[in-house]
């Protein structure tokens, strides 16, 4: 018998070399059809948004009107109601600590759900006004000037008040002059 050649190929291992070529073409054409047609419509999307925001929102808007929703318009409040109102004006104190070199001039407006309530006020506008400038002349000068604080006083304020009152009760306090010198 006649040794085989080691150089000699068989033909089944040339067709199968043949065919992985075209497998691994047939792949890159497939990626090159594939990638094109996946990112132009992503593309096209992007600058039609880009170029077309103003009509696009509008339109995203007008859909949301068809189906009873607005976005663009908060939630309706209930609207407040008002009381009747009084003012406690002319009020001058001296912060704490300031030794007469610092002073407050402050005006008060009173709310209540009924003007009865300003005839006690009235009645009793010493100790009204007696109680509001404890209560501010305690407070020193940084405490008085800091914004995020004024809430707080007005709760203290018009609990004090409302602590003079027997025939009813200041339903909001409001400040309409706050000076500090």
Known sequence: ???????????????EEGSGDKKKKGK??????????????????????????PQVAQAARSIALIFGD???QP??????????????????????GTEGTR???????????S??????ISRKDIVVRDTVLKILGTRTVQELSQ?????RLKTELRSAINGVLTEG?????????????
């Open 1 to 15: 018998m006649a040794e085989p050649d080691k150089d000699a190929v068989e033909p089944d291992a040339v067709a």
């Open 28 to 53: 890159m054409g497939l990626l090159l059809v594939l990638i094109p047609a996946l990112l132009l419509p992503a593309i096209g999307g992007a600058w039609l948004v880009y170029a077309r925001y």
């Open 70 to 72: 607005d976005p663009t």
């Open 75 to 96: 939630e309706e409040e209930a609207p407040v109601e008002y009381g009747e109102f009084t003012q406690l004006e002319g009020l001058i104190v001296n912060p704490a």
């Open 103 to 113: 002073y407050l001039m402050i005006s008060l407006g009173l709310e209540a759900p």
């Open 115 to 120: 003007a009865e309530v300003f005839a006690e």
């Open 147 to 151: 914004i995020e604080t004024r809430d």
């Open 169 to 181: 009760e200041i339903s909001r306090l409001y400040f309409t002059q706050f000076v500090l010198q």
